[in-house]
T-cell receptor, first 113, second 112 residues
Framework: DGGITQSPKYLFRKEGQNVTLSCEQN?????MYWYRQDPGQGLRLIYY???????QKGDIAEGYSVSREKKESFPLTVTSAQKNPTAFYLC????????????FGQGTRLTVV | GQNIDQPTEMTATEGAIVQINCTYQ??????LFWYQQHAGEAPTFLSY????GLEEKGRFSSFLSRSKGYSYLLLKELQMKDSASYLC?????????????FGKGTKLSVIP
């Protein structure tokens, strides 16, 4: 079955620690995205990648980093510089831009204590 | 940039029809998407409009007016399982054609 897999579903970390969220897709999509969702805020774009070895900042990139070394994988690192990291993180992919719809993973709920 | 507005919450009765509106102001436009999201789950794709007019897909329809920067999602014969958040999202154009910007979502509650 093709799809997007995010792991883990729930993640707890101590304040000041970096943490990496995994996102893998086997849909052969070129584009991948990371969104953050907070209550009442909708989905906000953190980073996106149009193709392997290339990525761009979204609206709220500060305190986050990404890599795109393989087409299938787009991990997101939440660094200690991110002031409010507790949130629901969603990864998505699409064939390309334009009219191609985005498919989402099941999300990772990160709690920093 | 993109600015997308939707009502925060709506309530409707089982079996009825509900219309969820979305207005947008964008620097470029390459289509509008509607997604459904149940609490704690991933958004799932409902519809896409890039030309003016109505797109119908079963109980769900979506309308777009590009000149007015306006779209709506119409849900007919409401069922309890339709209780969810409905997200409006806009694709940019040109260099922004890979960016998909979401509104804050409309939480729909369907009551018996």
């Amino acid at each position: 079955d093709g799809g997007i897999t995010q792991s883990p579903k729930y993640l707890f970390r101590k304040e000041g620690q970096n943490v990496t969220l995994s996102c893998e897709q086997n849909l052969n999509h070129d584009a991948m995205y990371w969104y953050r969702q907070d209550p009442g805020q909708g989905l906000r774009l953190i980073y996106y990648s149009q193709i392997v070895n290339d990525f761009q900042k979204g609206d709220i990139a500060e305190g986050y980093s990404v890599s795109r070394e393989k087409k299938e994988s787009f991990p997101l690192t939440v660094t200690s510089a991110q002031k409010n990291p507790t949130a629901f993180y969603l990864c998505a992919s699409s064939i390309g831009g334009g009219q191609s719809e985005a498919f989402f993973g099941q999300g990772t709920r990160l709690t920093v204590v | 940039g993109q600015n997308i507005d939707q009502p925060t919450e709506m309530t409707a009765t089982e079996g009825a029809i509900v219309q969820i509106n979305c207005t947008y102001q964008t620097s470029g436009f390459n289509g509008l998407f509607w997604y459904q999201q149940h609490a704690g789950e991933a958004p799932t794709f409902l519809s896409y409009n890039v030309l003016d007019g109505l797109e119908e897909k079963g109980r769900f329809s979506s309308f777009l007016s590009r000149s007015k920067g306006y779209s709506y999602l119409l849900l007919k014969e409401l069922q309890m399982k339709d209780s969810a958040s409905y997200l409006c999202a806009v694709r940019g154009s040109g260099a922004g054609s890979y960016q998909l910007t979401f509104g804050k979502g409309t939480k729909l509650s369907v009551i018996p």
